[in-house]
């Protein structure tokens, strides 16, 4: 069964940094591409960063761009979105999502329960 | 940047069908994928790749597109389909996954 864990959601200040993890397991984690998407609460689904298998692939929405790190740690089956100058807007339940598989337009077949990020003073 | 529009909102009736649609530029040259968000859940992939049913998605759930619209048909609505619906497709230029705005199907 595939089990997508997020952790590392909280309160943070504006300006703070915050470092998401994804723990993932049921399937080869190395065999597919991987996603962070959020979403305020009550308003839709926002792409936020994608990686692919190997990690050597990125992708960013504008509004993260130079600001979030997607990286990828196959060893240990983790998926992590490294967060750095946050802002209120950021303020969103962050998914934890699997593609179904390394082709960029595949889609997110997979996603976990999401970790909830507060930026607040 | 590409843009995906959904209607807001739609009601139907117990039994009868749903229709939701998704406008956007140039859907020939990409795959668009339905989720299926229930309160308080995360999203569940419905339809892939245009028309196709992931395992254990119910035949209910189909999908269409044509020209700069695609269309998740839900037949025989039932009240657990009551939830949010986006659909979603990879942008190549801007190399960026979009979603739609959400459509909020309530069951009467």
């Known amino acids: 069964e595939v089990q997508l864990l997020e952790s590392g959601g909280g309160l943070v200040q504006p300006g703070g940094s915050l470092r998401l993890s994804c723990a993932a397991s049921g399937f080869t984690f190395d065999d597919y591409g991987m996603s962070w998407v959020r979403q305020v609460p009550g308003k839709g689904l926002e792409w936020v960063s994608d990686t692919s298998a190997g990690g050597g692939n990125t992708y960013y929405a504008d509004a993260v761009k130079g600001r979030f790190t997607i990286s990828r740690d196959n060893s240990k089956n983790t998926l992590y979105l490294q967060m750095n100058s946050l802002r209120a807007g950021d303020t969103a339940l962050y998914f934890c999502?699997?593609?179904?598989?390394?082709?960029?337009?595949?889609?997110?077949?997979?996603w976990g329960q999401g970790t909830l990020v507060t930026v607040s003073s | 940047s590409y843009v995906l529009t959904q209607p807001p909102s739609m009601s139907v009736a117990p039994g009868q069908t749903a229709r939701i649609t998704c406008g956007g530029n140039?859907?020939?040259?990409?795959?668009v994928h339905w989720y299926q968000q229930k309160p308080g859940q995360a999203p569940v992939l419905v339809v892939y790749d245009d028309y196709d049913r992931p395992s254990g998605v119910p035949e209910r759930f189909s999908a269409s597109k044509s020209g700069n619209t695609a269309t998740l048909t839900i037949s025989r609505v039932e009240a657990g389909d009551e939830a949010d619906y986006y659909c979603q497709v990879w942008d190549s230029s801007s190399a960026h996954y979009v979603f739609g705005t959400g459509t909020k199907v309530t069951v009467l």
């Open positions: 140039n859907f020939g040259s990409k795959s």
């Open positions: 999502a699997k593609r179904r598989g390394d082709w960029l337009a595949s889609p997110l077949d997979y």
